[in-house]
């Protein structure tokens, strides 16, 4: 019992110096890594939404990068072609990826295994099929251009590195909290019991197909808010952004931080967006060396990087 205490207290500890650290970055980063960061800390809240269905439902989703797609791209042509503000545009691309994952998840959720992962995938497809297909809407392959950053009537330029990564960061730690308290609910350890004996929670009562269609909801809405601030961020959406490279992307965050952690989540968001950017500096080869990584990630930490942790932290208590 002690020890857990102490382990919850380093858990607590850590979390308290990651905060601090979010905060005082932009006076000791240049620019450029503070933007890289800016683009981490979004894509973080997309891996945790998908962390909800891999590492706590055990639903492992191919396509998750669709519903961000979705949301991005309904911030970008509501902003540049109705010139909804900010509020509207997030409440918006909520709703379309949450309703799209409600749609699609019904057909997807027929199926188990192998099959669910081929079906989202499959949906992803047909997600970049029309983005690339439907000029009229999206533009095609020229993408939609010119979203500008959002203006919340505050003192501030968001056009700005500094106070625009502190407006993400804001929407990273609401987003947390928020997938947090999921988790730790009723409700989360529920798909927690999903996850790991499916059967028995039949025989306990517990409607499954209802709890991993939520489950699927939940996790498109946040991937669909992670889209909308992507929008704003990068001033661009093009099909690039619900390709099949950027589905895998989003898988290996998850795998490579370690499913059914939150935290891990976001530490594999950190080490994708940074392999990706700085790689690509010196070679146009990058994916070998993020796929270099993610095997040896699975060679010797098979869990992820937060499981590699939990193993030292065993081995300690042991000895």
């Known amino acids: 019992m002690k020890r ?59 396509g998750h990068a669709a519903f961000f ?15 909804f503000p900010f509020a509207a545009t997030l409440f918006w691309s909520i709703a379309a990826s949450a309703g799209s994952t409600a749609l699609l998840g019904i057909l997807a959720l027929r199926a188990a295994g192998i099959y669910f992962l081929m079906i ?16 009229s809407i999206t533009g095609g392959d020229n993408g939609i251009t010119g979203i500008p ?8 330029d968001m056009s700005q590195p500094i106070p625009f990564y502190y407006f993400i960061v804001f929407f990273f730690i609401a987003c947390f909290i928020l997938l947090y308290l999921l988790i730790r609910s009723p409700f989360g350890k529920t798909l927690v019991g999903i996850r790991d004996t499916e059967a028995r929670m039949k025989v306990l009562g517990y409607n499954v197909w209802l709890h ?54 976001g530490i594999g968001a950190l080490i994708i967006v940074f392999l ?30 937060m499981g590699l942790f939990r193993s030292f932290e065993k081995r300690g208590e042991s000895g």
Not at 149 to 156: E, K, Q, S, T, V
Not at 278 to 286: E, F, G, L, N
């Open 69 to 83: 797609g979705i949301g991005a791209y309904t911030a970008a042509m509501l902003v540049t072609k109705h010139q």
């Open 212 to 265: 991993k269609y939520l489950a699927l909801i939940i996790a498109g809405g946040f991937a669909g808010l992670a889209g909308n601030l992507y929008a704003y961020f990068n001033s661009f959406v093009s099909p690039n952004h619900v390709n099949l490279d950027h589905c895998m992307e989003v898988v290996l965050m998850v795998s490579i931080g370690g499913p059914g952690t939150l935290v891990g989540a």
């Open 276 to 305: 990706k950017n700085m790689v690509s500096v010196y070679t146009s080869r990058w994916l070998m060396i993020v796929a270099a990584v993610y095997v040896i990630t699975a060679l010797y930490a098979p869990d992820g990087i």
């Open 120 to 135: 989202t995938l499959a949906i992803a497809m047909c997600v970049w099929g029309l983005a690339y297909r439907w000029v």
């Open 149 to 156: 950053r959002p203006d919340l009537g505050l003192p501030w």
């Open 4 to 62: 857990t205490l102490i382990s919850e207290n380093w858990v607590l500890i850590s979390l308290g110096i990651g905060l601090v650290m979010l905060f005082i970055l932009p006076s000791v980063l240049p620019s450029y890594i503070l933007i890289l960061f800016t683009q981490s800390l979004i894509y973080a809240i997309l891996a945790m939404s998908l962390d909800i269905l891999v590492g706590y439902t055990g639903l492992g989703s191919l």
